[in-house]
């Protein structure tokens, strides 16, 4: 069920096509998206200007309008330690089973 302030036309019909199970994906301009996601997905760019949208407050917002079975985050490298945005995401998602994976999967 969609609930909550999101209010992208693309966005909200993106979310409600998404079945249990449908992953979201939420990433910055330095994720290379157009090769590293699969042949059905589908796009959504909100290209905020610079500095004025980060990826905890989006996930912040998608939190509030759709439940989450489960989150997936890029393990940082280690001299990126302790990462404020990681540290933000994992405050969001408390509760939400969480895995990280390498850069490489």
Request: proline content about 8%; some cysteine.
């Amino acid at each position: 069920m969609i609930s909550g302030t999101i209010t992208h036309p693309q966005i909200l019909a993106e979310l409600a096509r998404a079945d249990h199970g449908s992953v979201v994906l939420v990433c910055d301009v330095h994720y290379a998206a157009a090769t590293c996601v699969g042949p059905n997905s589908r796009a959504v760019y909100l290209k905020p200007p610079a500095g004025t949208l980060t990826v905890p407050e989006v996930n912040s917002v998608l939190l509030q309008t759709i439940s989450l079975e489960h989150v997936t985050q890029m393990q940082p490298v280690s001299d990126a330690f302790p990462s404020v945005v990681q540290g933000e995401i994992a405050r969001l998602a408390a509760g939400i089973p969480r895995t990280r994976v390498s850069r490489e999967e």
